[in-house]
C-alpha cells in the first residue's frame, strides 16, 4: 500500500475544517468531530480510515488496466489534479464539465476524433489549401477542443471509476456516473450528501493544501497498482519466452546436448581397444590369425619334406622284413 496517512499530516494540511454549522448537511453528523466557533470540525481519524479504504480499491482498479477519470473544475484544484492525474497516467477534467460526457459518451469520442482528423489535415497540407478564414476558424476549434477534451484523448472507453474534488459543484458529473452505476470516489465537505457517493472522504474540500494531501494519495495508489500490473505481465511474458524456447528443435537439440555429456578422448581410444579385443576373440578372427601365422612353403622345402617321408617308409619296411625272418628262425 501507498504511505501510510498520518491524522497529525492531515491536521497540518487543513483537512479538518467543515463549513459553517448554518450549512451543514445533517447525513455528515457521523463524520462530525464537534463544533468550534460555529464551524463543524471533522473527524480525522475517520477521514483516514476513508482515505486508506478508497486507495485500496483504486489500486485494484488500476491493477486490472481500467482508466480511473479525475473531475475538478474548482480554481484551487485544478492545477493540482491536472498533475497528480498526469503523474497517475489518468484521464482528468478540470474545465467546465462537458454534459453527457459519460451519458453521451459516443458523441464525446467524435469530439476527440475531430482534434485527430484536424492534426492529420495539418500535417498531409490539406490545411494550407483553406482560406485564411477558414484556417483562423479551424485554429479556433482546434485550441477549444485541446482546453476540454484534450485530457481525455487516450479514454477509449467509459472510465472505471469517478475521483471528484466537492460533489456539490460536480453535481452533473455525479448523476451521469449514478445513471450508468460507475463507482464515485470523492472528497465530501460537511455542507453535502455523503449518500450520493460509494468511497466518501469527509475533508475539507476548499483548501488546496487539503486537497493536496488527499489526492497525492490517491495518485500514489493507482501508481502502485500499475506498477503492480506492469510486474506482473513481465513475469508472464518471461515464462511464455521460456515456453516457446523449450518448444523449438534447438533447444531440444540443446538439450539433449546437455543431458548426454560428450565422450573424452580417452575414453574413445579404450572403448576402440576393448572393441578390437571382442573381435579378436571370436572363431573368424582365430582362423584368420592362423592363416596369417602358418609360414608359405618353398618348392625346394616341398621336395627335401618328400625325400625325409620317403626315408621313412624305407625304414619302416626294412624293419618289418628283418621281423618276420626272425620269426621264420625261430619257427
Given amino acids: 500500500m501507498a504511505n501510510k496517512v498520518e491524522v497529525k499530516d492531515l491536521l497540518d494540511a487543513g483537512v479538518h475544517f ?45 491493477a486490472s488496466g481500467r482508466k480511473i477519470l479525475f473531475v475538478a473544475t ?64 479551424v485554429d479556433r476549434l482546434r485550441a477549444k477542443l485541446e482546453k476540454n477534451l484534450g485530457s481525455i484523448v487516450d479514454m477509449s472507453r467509459l472510465p472505471a471509476a469517478l475521483f471528484v474534488v ?19 470516489f470523492a472528497m465530501v465537505d460537511t455542507n453535502s450528501d455523503p449518500r450520493e457517493v460509494e468511497y466518501v472522504i469527509p475533508s475539507n ?23 503492480e500490473r506492469k510486474s506482473s505481465k513481465d513475469a508472464k511474458e518471461g515464462e511464455e ?19 548426454v555429456p560428450a565422450a573424452a578422448p580417452e575414453a574413445k581410444v ?13 572363431p573368424e578372427a582365430k582362423e584368420s590369425k592362423e592363416e596369417v601365422e602358418v609360414p608359405s612353403t618353398s618348392p625346394e622345402d616341398k621336395k627335401a ?7 621313412v617308409k624305407l625304414e619302416s619296411k626294412k624293419e618289418t622284413e628283418e621281423t618276420a625272418s626272425e620269426t621264420e628262425e625261430k619257427e
Fill in 18 to 62: 467543515g463549513h459553517l454549522t448554518r450549512r451543514w448537511n445533517p447525513n455528515m453528523a457521523p463524520y462530525v468531530y464537534m463544533e468550534r466557533n460555529g464551524i463543524h470540525i471533522i473527524n480525522l481519524y475517520k477521514t483516514a480510515a476513508k482515505m486508506h479504504e478508497a486507495g485500496e480499491a483504486l489500486k485494484k482498479i488500476a
Fill in 74 to 137: 474548482k480554481k484551487q484544484a485544478k492545477e493540482i489534479v491536472t498533475d497528480l492525474a498526469v503523474k497517475a497516467n489518468m484521464p482528468y477534467i478540470t474545465e467546465r464539465w462537458p454534459g453527457g460526457m459519460l451519458t453521451n459518451f459516443v458523441t464525446i469520442r467524435k469530439a476527440v476524433k475531430k482534434m485527430a482528423t484536424i492534426d492529420r489535415m495539418k500535417k498531409d497540407g490539406t490545411f494550407n489549401t483553406l482560406s485564411k478564414k477558414e484556417r483562423l476558424q
Fill in 166 to 184: 466537492d460533489i456539490m459543484r460536480e453535481h452533473i458529473a455525479i448523476k451521469e456516473a449514478q445513471k450508468l452505476n460507475i463507482p464515485i
Fill in 205 to 227: 474540500d476548499d483548501a488546496s493544501k487539503s486537497i493536496q494531501k488527499v489526492v497525492s494519495f490517491m495518485s500514489e495508489s493507482i501508481v502502485e497498482g500499475l506498477s
Fill in 241 to 259: 519466452k521460456e515456453e516457446k524456447t523449450s518448444k523449438t528443435p534447438r533447444a531440444k537439440k540443446a538439450k539433449e546436448e546437455v543431458a
Fill in 270 to 282: 579404450a572403448k576402440e581397444e576393448v572393441k578390437e579385443e571382442v573381435a579378436a576373440a571370436t
Fill in 305 to 311: 619334406m618328400e625325400e625325409a617321408k620317403k626315408e
